[in-house]
Every structure is written in C-alpha cells, then in structure tokens.
C-alpha cells in the first residue's frame, strides 16, 4: 500500500504504540515463562517485529499478525491468577491488540490509546521498582513515554527502536526481581 496516498495513516501514533508494547514486553516475556506460555509469547514478539517493519514502511506481514494477533487473544487469561504480576500481564496483552489491530485494520491511530493501555498496565504493577529514581513502574512509563516522543521527533525511527529495547531491558529486570 502506498501509505502517501493515505494521509489518514498515523504512522507516529502507530510507532509510539508499538514502542509501547515492545517496551512492556521486556517484562511479559518473563511472565510468560513463568506462566509457561513462553511460545505464544514467542509469535507475539515475532508480529511485533513485523509491525515494526511494516511501520518503518516496509510491506504488511498478514501472517505474523495474525498469528500475533490470535496468540495475544487469550494470553491474558491463560496467565494464573495466582503468579505474579498477574493484573499487569493481562493489561499488558491490551498494548498488544491496540497496537496490532491498527496495523491489520490501518485504521488512523490516536497514540493517547496505545499510550494509556501501557500506563494501566504500568499502573497494576505489584510491588515497588528501582528503576534510576522510580519507585513506581507507573511513573517510569509515563517519562518513557515522553522520552519516547521526543526519540521519535529527533531520532526517527531508529532512534525510537533502540529505545524501546533499552527501556524493555528495565522492564525485564524488573520482572525478574519480581520473580525472584
């Protein structure tokens, strides 16, 4: 598709969206081993891979998102009540349908949806971080969030990529941490 032909296409809010959900999924990948749902989680990182590509103008990979996609269906409530972080995973998996169903459906993007999902996500985290100064995942979302506008403005694309796996790297640990 010719995405110049589209000026409805919004492909920042689509990018801090999926920004998000790679950023959050330094974390959820953890949980997922935890809750033995590591190869579901896998198809999930691989059509946020494609949706990066795509976003970065590279043709739409249906196949890897609509593997995502039905992988990320049920995630959340396959994860046991009982582990972890269990409020933050199932918010976690939102990101992801937010972030693929725009690809799928290209559908102009308000990054304030993407965006707000993260911080509930964010928002449901169990216990304290310790994260440079945060004590509270909520509060490091939100400055990852403007980081992550500001990465976009002055870095593109790539900028923002790096990013996003840098701030995922922090999600992980914490996760780890809270696994034991």
Not at 39 to 57: C, H, Q, T
Not at 68 to 93: C, I, K, M, Q
Not at 95 to 106: F, G, K, L, P
Request: one cysteine or more.
């Amino acid at each position: 598709m010719d995405r110049t032909a589209d000026r409805t296409f919004d492909t920042d809010g689509e990018a801090l969206c999926c920004a998000a959900a790679v950023r959050l999924g330094g974390a959820l990948r953890v949980l997922a081993a935890l809750g033995g749902l590591s190869d579901r989680y896998g198809r999930i990182e691989a059509g946020l891979g494609s949706l990066k590509a795509f976003v970065g103008g590279r043709e739409r990979d249906d196949d890897a998102l609509a593997e995502a996609f039905v992988a990320n269906w049920s995630l959340g409530t396959r994860y046991g009540d009982e582990l972890p972080g269990a409020a933050f995973f199932r918010a976690g998996t939102r990101i992801v349908d937010v972030a693929i169903i725009v690809a799928r459906t290209e559908q102009p993007v308000d990054p304030v949806q993407g965006l707000s999902q993260a911080l509930e996500a964010a928002a449901a985290w169990p216990s304290e971080i310790h994260i440079s100064s945060f004590t509270q995942l909520a509060d490091f979302e939100r400055a990852c969030q403007t980081e992550a506008e500001e990465r976009l403005r002055t870095g593109g694309l790539p900028g923002l990529w790096e990013l996003a796996d840098e701030q995922a790297g922090h999600y992980r640990r914490a996760a780890e941490l809270l696994v034991g």
